[in-house]
């Protein structure tokens, strides 16, 4: 299978649960969020099979962290309102690209029956607790 605009809207529309930023963009926009997503799971995964899947789903989420509104809290601004409708606070910006793939793209490439030597692909950490 090979990663087109076509299956992503079809596969974005049926899996993706916030899907308004991804059908608001244009056929270019939705072009590079596909060659990023691509890029990004291959770069942090380069000896594993990285399923069409797994590219949806984290160009869904791309879609949604590089839309108009998040674009200024990636630019810098941390609030601003409009007068009377609404005020807007952002919170600190993921550093990198792989700080934003979705735990369902992880678990879509733990899934694949290619990468059975995969490591877990969960964000959970063992950490300190101060109590």
């Known amino acids: ?18 899907v308004e930023d991804w059908f608001d963009a244009d056929e270019a926009s939705k072009t590079r969020l596909l060659n990023v ?23 869904a989420a791309f879609a949604t962290a590089f839309n108009d509104q998040n674009k200024l809290a ?21 550093r990198e690209l792989a700080d934003l793939i979705p735990q369902p793209a992880l678990d879509i490439i733990g899934e694949d029956p290619d990468n059975t030597d995969l490591p877990s692909p969960s964000r959970r950490r063992v950490g300190w607790s101060v109590m």
């Open 37 to 59: 997503a691509s890029r990004t799971l291959t770069t942090r995964f380069p000896k594993y099979t990285i399923p069409d899947a797994a590219v949806y789903e984290t160009a």
């Open 74 to 94: 990636i630019q810098g601004v941390q609030s601003f309102s409009l007068t009377g409708v609404a005020s807007f606070t952002f919170r600190d910006w993921a």
């Open 1 to 18: 299978m090979a990663i087109s605009i076509a299956a992503a809207d079809a596969y974005i529309a049926e899996w993706v649960i916030v």
